[in-house]
């Protein structure tokens, strides 16, 4: 159960990466600006997210496949 549990967390982590990145690059294609805040200050991803919601909703929401990974990797981890 400990191999599946870490492949689940590595999958969730790949995905979120993936789409992450995706929305840097659209932040750095819509000004240098919001690439490095996006990168540098806190929130403001976010604000870019809402402000940008046309352009960033799809990798947004792609991203959000990773939670399932998540949790079902977090369930299988073993107690003790």
């Known amino acids: 159960m400990e191999a599946l ?5 590595i999958i969730g982590a790949i995905i979120a990466i ?5 929305l840097l690059m659209k932040a750095f294609q819509e ?3 919001w690439g490095l805040g996006y990168l540098f200050v806190p929130f403001v991803s976010l604000i870019f ?5 046309q352009e960033a909703k799809s990798p947004f929401l792609k991203g959000l496949i990773a939670l399932p ?3 079902l990797g ?3 981890m073993p107690t003790q």
Do not use: D, N
């Not at 549990?5 to 967390?9: F, H, L």
């Not at 993936?18 to 995706?22: A, D, E, R, T, W």
């Open 5 to 9: 549990a870490a492949t689940c967390m």
């Open 74 to 76: 977090i369930a299988l």
């Open 18 to 22: 993936i789409f992450g990145f995706i």
């Open 31 to 33: 000004s240098i600006l």
């Open 69 to 71: 990974f998540y949790g």
């Open 49 to 53: 997210i809402i402000v940008h919601w």
